[in-house]
């Protein structure tokens, strides 16, 4: 499979916790990306993260790539109620294929 | 500048009845992927278009559904008959450039609904 796996299906905790979602693939990658779909929305992309980055920023998100171990980790600081939503993980490699979306985890912020 | 259009937002027909949902590209962008969304079998991937040409339908589910793009700022998903089990969240998402590796950009999704 083409698609990333994202780890685990579900998270639910407290405003102000941090999140800390995984994706695994299997296939060798150019970039992973990382979207966030909130209820009933279209997907909408948060970082992208080159292969031969480990870790990268982007306000309260924090993102690390092992291409050795073709794992990511999407970390989530200081959760919000509105951080509430599915979040994708998206391995994208080279020319001739197409980036392709897994289950995805759901998290849920409560107040 | 304006993201993805899509409409309509929602969609109630009845079985039996020809359903079309339009897309509008992001301006520039050469690449366009419909997706479907429900809970039981999450975003599925029908089709993607680059440079206005079909590139993979294998994700079609059945000769009921047919996609077209005519030029680079317009596509149209089309599903002749529809039935219930179509009911789904259709999105329509734009890339530019044709690799795997290209950020897609997504809209709002057209709710269809059909009795």
């Known amino acids: 499979s083409q698609q990333g796996e994202e780890d685990p299906q579900a998270l639910s905790i407290q405003e102000g916790e941090n999140a800390t979602m995984n994706c695994s693939y299997k296939?060798?990658?150019?970039?992973l990306q990382w979207y966030r779909q909130n209820s009933g929305r279209g997907l909408v992309h948060l970082i992208l993260?080159?292969?031969?980055?480990r870790e990268k920023h982007s306000g309260r998100l924090r993102v690390t790539l092992d291409t050795s171990k073709k794992s990511s980790s999407l970390l989530i600081t200081a959760s919000r109620a509105a951080d509430t939503a599915s979040y994708f993980c998206a391995p994208g490699r080279p020319s001739g294929s197409r980036l392709t979306f897994g289950e995805g985890t759901q998290l849920t912020v409560n107040p | 500048d304006a993201g993805v259009i899509q409409s309509p937002r929602h969609e109630v027909t009845e079985m039996g009845q020809e359903v079309t949902l339009r897309c509008k590209p992001i301006?520039?962008?050469?690449?366009l992927f419909w997706y479907r969304q429900t809970m039981m079998r999450g975003l599925e991937l029908l089709i993607y278009?680059?440079?206005?040409?079909?590139?993979?339908d294998s994700g079609m589910p059945e000769d009921r559904f047919s996609a077209k793009m005519p030029n680079a700022s317009f596509s149209t998903l089309k599903i002749q008959p529809s039935e219930p089990r179509d009911s789904a969240v259709y999105f329509c998402?734009?890339?530019f450039g044709g690799g795997g590796e290209d950020t897609q950009y997504f809209g709002p999704g057209t709710r269809l609904t059909v009795l």
């Open positions: 993260i080159r292969s031969n980055e």
């Open positions: 998402a734009s890339s």
């Open positions: 296939t060798s990658i150019n970039n």
């Open positions: 301006s520039g962008h050469n690449s």
């Open positions: 278009f680059n440079n206005n040409v079909p590139i993979d």
